[in-house]
């Protein structure tokens, strides 16, 4: 892979070990991928940020860069955490806490940004066309998909490395040629809200694996839509963006012809469901993080009706959004819901808390609850979800 001779200095370690052991991991990941070079990135999202999935052979690792003067040299913001200090952190042992509190002390040493947060596209909107190094799968492919930024699916290790190189190897979704669709499908059913574009997601994942569709037929493309399609698209396959602009019929002939009908993704939402709970021990909204509409949305359906004493209601987002959205916020938090900022039930100790049932509206926390928070799952809309929490 060519280096330029400030490149192959830092290789050679003259610019501090931090420096050294980065470009040695992009190197390595570029060579892998038959990179030619280093690509220049306006930003680094990085995932493994969580306690409860990173661990504490990782967390040192952290420290040791952090210890060597690691500085972040581009815009660098991080997944959400295990836990909030002010609800959760409170029900949850000290050690934990303590050993979270570190692994973010580290990140902030090294110029992150404590944005905690899936969806870092609220806070700062990538340009289109820009080069990232994002590790969040689900904001991956909105990214590409959606923003039409340019960004591979990076694991934990090389956004890090990336944030503090400020570049990341030009291979994969950084090739104008990697772009193109490999499947033409089209949605001949209309989807009635983003759970069954979450449901859509899911079984496009497991039939394409990596292949890029282009989908037709999507009617309603609203962000959370959107969103929600990303999410479950990079759960269940390695697809890293899709196109739902309708493309020239030319160029859409010689592709993989896929058809999704009502029954897909009827049968795609019963399979997300593991049990069918009508008193959960939790409702979920927000994986991933609540954009400051769905905030709103939840509060104006709410009204003044309450949580179920028995239920936990949590609706998860970024620090940022819960603060833009105050107003909303106070209202369901006055009805008994938490608004929780930072964290999301995937990452956090649910067993812990007692949690043993989810009622979810999100294909991806579906998907992943009954392993990660072994959990039994109820997958359903928004509005059934508010309706069950308030009923309990
Ligand atoms: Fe975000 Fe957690 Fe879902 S990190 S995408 S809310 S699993």
């Known amino acids: 892979m060519y280096l330029t001779k400030e490149e192959e200095r830092i290789y050679d370690g003259e610019r501090g070990w931090t420096n050294q052991m980065c470009m040695r991991i992009l190197v390595r990941l570029g060579e892998l991928f038959n990179a030619a070079k280093l690509v220049r990135i306006s930003s680094a999202h990085v995932s493994g940020v969580s306690y409860k999935t990173l661990g504490d052979a990782p967390a040192e690792f952290l420290e040791a860069l952090a210890n060597a003067g690691g500085n972040v040299k581009v815009r660098a913001t991080l997944n959400p955490q295990s836990l909030d200090t002010e609800y959760l952190g409170r029900r949850l042992e000290q050690s934990l806490r303590e050993k979270q509190s570190n692994i973010l002390r580290q990140f902030e040493r090294m110029g992150f940004t404590e944005s905690l947060t899936c969806t870092p596209y609220y806070l700062k909107k990538p340009k289109r066309d820009s080069h990232l190094a994002w590790a969040e799968s689900s904001a991956v492919v909105y ?132 049990r069918e709970v009508s008193k959960p021990d939790l409702v979920f909204i927000g994986c991933p993080h609540c954009s400051l509409g769905e905030i709103k949305k939840i509060a104006l359906l709410m009204k003044d009706n309450k949580v179920n004493k028995e239920t936990e209601f949590w609706v998860c987002t970024s620090h940022y959004i819960k603060e833009e959205a105050g107003e909303y916020v106070a209202q369901i938090e006055k009805n008994g819901g938490h608004v929780l900022a930072g964290v999301c039930t995937i990452v956090s100790w649910t067993e812990k808390l007692g949690i043993r049932t989810i009622m979810t509206n999100s294909a991806k926390t579906a998907y992943y609850a009954p392993t990660m928070n072994k959990a039994e799952v109820t997958f359903r809309p928004l509005k059934e979800c508010l309706t069950t929490a308030l009923r309990g």
């Not at 490395?161 to 990697?178: L, Q, S, V, W």
């Not at 772009?179 to 574009?197: I, S």
């Not at 496009?204 to 399609?229: F, H, M, V, W, Y």
């Open 143 to 274: 990214a590409n998909s959606v923003i039409g930024a340019w960004t591979n699916r990076e694991g934990g290790p090389s956004a890090l490395a990336a944030a503090i190189i400020g570049k990341t190897p030009d291979y994969g979704i950084h090739k104008p040629e990697n772009r193109q669709p490999k499947a033409l499908v089209t949605v001949d059913t209309a989807l009635k809200n983003p759970t069954e574009f979450g449901a859509l997601g899911i079984y496009l994942g497991r039939l394409l694996r990596d292949g890029i569709p282009a989908i037709q037929g999507l009617g309603n493309t609203s962000e959370n839509c959107l969103k929600q399609l990303s999410a479950a698209l990079a759960s269940t396959g390695m697809v890293n963006m899709f196109h739902f602009k309708r493309k020239s019929q030319a160029k859409t002939e010689r592709l993989e012809k896929v058809c999704v009908e009502a029954r897909d993704i009827k049968n795609t939402v019963e399979s997300l469901s593991t």
